[in-house]
Structures are given as structure tokens and as C-alpha cells.
């Protein structure tokens, strides 16, 4: 079982920036496909950006490329989402995700690649 925890949340103005956190609990953190989604009012839960157990791959959605950049600290089973000149667009509740081992490239956007999911921390960009 993995236990997973975001924080960091928060409002922010437009052009800001804002770096969330993913604390894992287990020992097979570094062994997994982690990701951060998304989901804004009214809207399906969409994916943001995932990160090979062993950081060498990284998705993002076409959104966010060049603003937002994920990493993880496997000796800290911490995962990180570094949100750069933030959009009121970005206002949303952010998910943290766990698979159970590694994802292959062409399902790594899909939720059900995704085995454990975090609470959520809110993210709010005003204009």
C-alpha cells in the first residue's frame, strides 16, 4: 500500500510561482511511475505531467510545457511539481499519483494507470 500526501497549496497571482509537494508512504517509491493531475470546478480530472521511477522519462501536457516541471527525491519518497508564470487557467485541485511499478510512455496520461491517489492540495491563480 502507498499513502500519498500533497502539499503546498495555495493562492497566487497570475504570473507567479508555486512548487507543490508529494510525500509517499512504503519502501517501493522509487520504483513507480509517479504523476500529477488536475481537476478545476465543474471539469473531469485531467492529466498535468509524470515522471519515470528513475527520472529519465517526462510527459507533460501540452499546457503546461514550459512552465511546469516535475521531479522526485526517491531518497525523501518526495515528488515535486515546479509551476512557473501560473495562469488562472491552472486553478485547480492537484493530485498527486502512484502506479504500481513502471508505465509505458503511451498510457503514462491515463488516470487508470494509476493505482493510489493522493487527498489533492488547491491551487487558486488569480488575474
Known amino acids: 500500500q502507498v499513502q500519498l500526501v500533497e502539499s503546498g497549496g495555495g493562492l497566487v497571482q497570475a504570473g507567479d510561482s508555486l ?3 508529494c510525500a509517499a508512504s512504503g519502501r517501493t517509491f522509487s520504483q513507480r511511475t509517479m504523476a500529477w493531475f488536475r481537476q478545476a470546478p ?3 480530472r485531467e492529466f498535468v505531467s509524470a515522471i519515470s521511477w ?3 522519462s517526462t510527459y507533460y501536457t501540452e499546457s503546461v510545457k514550459g512552465r511546469f516541471t516535475i521531479s ?3 531518497a525523501k519518497n518526495t515528488l515535486y511539481l515546479q509551476m512557473n508564470n ?5 486553478t485547480a485541485v492537484y493530485y ?3 502506479a504500481d511499478g513502471a508505465v509505458v510512455t503511451r ?6 494507470s494509476y493505482a493510489y491517489w493522493g ?6 491563480v488569480s488575474s
Open 119 to 124: 487527498q489533492g492540495t488547491q491551487v487558486t
Open 42 to 44: 465543474g471539469k473531469e
Open 96 to 98: 498527486c499519483a502512484a
Open 72 to 74: 522526485r527525491d526517491n
Open 19 to 21: 512548487r507543490i509537494s
Open 54 to 56: 528513475n527520472t529519465v
Open 107 to 112: 498510457t503514462a496520461p491515463l488516470k487508470t
Open 86 to 90: 501560473l495562469k488562472p487557467e491552472d
